[in-house]
């Protein structure tokens, strides 16, 4: 059974561009959760997505979006970004036990 | 502001020896309970889940829930080398949809042979 696979694996960015993230769930997996960490804030909760709709949000800007696509494919876009927004980006994927399964991530670094 | 917390250790274990890590969360209708593993470098690796008091046993692995405390352990036994690793406390409140998880800032376990 495939897991999680987000892609890209590893980008570099400069401030003011944006970028977007791509995320593909483990099959039969319609709820899809981006995370982001960093050294010094731990992981934090962006967004879930389920059934196309948007479930629940962090505490985040509104340059961190995301939107999920029918085949439970998801997506995630940070705009005009930050140096701060250098961070392993993580998807996530779960049934309704709650058990969630991360893909390897995805590395930005914000020059 | 809904809060996790655990040891930032690192908690140093000789091998073979039982490694305990403690976690405490601050939301008291919190339903469902994870430990996940991190490898330097790795995403989590989900390793065990625990939704009601009392104790898990899975292999080596056994997590312990206290909700009337606000408590969930783990502990590790006869450790290994490749137990070495941090061990993130992840807690779900049950109200807002099962893909929105609250970490601690994790647990890091050195195991020494």
């Known amino acids: 059974k495939a897991g999680v696979t987000q892609t890209p694996r590893y980008l570099i960015k400069t401030r003011g561009q944006q970028v977007t993230l791509s995320c593909s769930p483990i099959s039969g997996h319609r709820s899809v959760s981006w995370y982001q960490q960093t050294p010094g804030q731990g992981l934090q909760f962006l967004f879930e997505?389920?059934?196309?709709?948007?479930?629940n949000k962090g505490n985040f800007p509104g340059r961190f979006s995301g939107r999920q696509f029918s085949n439970s494919r998801s997506e995630m876009n940070v705009s005009t970004l930050e140096l701060g927004d250098s961070a392993l980006y993580l998807c996530?994927?779960?049934?309704?036990?709650?058990?969630?399964?991360f893909g390897e991530g995805s590395r930005l670094t914000v020059l | 502001q809904k809060e996790v917390e655990q040891n930032s250790g690192p908690l140093s274990v000789p091998e073979g020896a039982i490694a305990s890590l403690n976690c405490t969360y601050s939301d008291r209708g919190s339903q469902s309970f994870f430990w996940y593993r991190q490898y330097s470098g790795k995403s989590p690796e989900l390793i065990m889940s625990i939704y009601s008091n009392g104790d898990k046993e899975d292999g080596r692995f056994t997590a312990q829930l206290n909700k009337a405390s606000q408590y969930v352990s783990l502990l590790i036994r006869d450790s290994q080398p490749s137990d070495s690793a941090t061990y993130l406390c992840a807690v779900n409140s049950g109200v807002e949809g099962w893909g929105k998880l609250q970490f601690g800032a994790g647990t890091q376990v050195v195991v020494t042979p």
């Open positions: 996530a994927t779960g049934l309704s036990t709650g058990e969630l399964f």
């Open positions: 997505y389920f059934s196309e709709t948007q479930r």
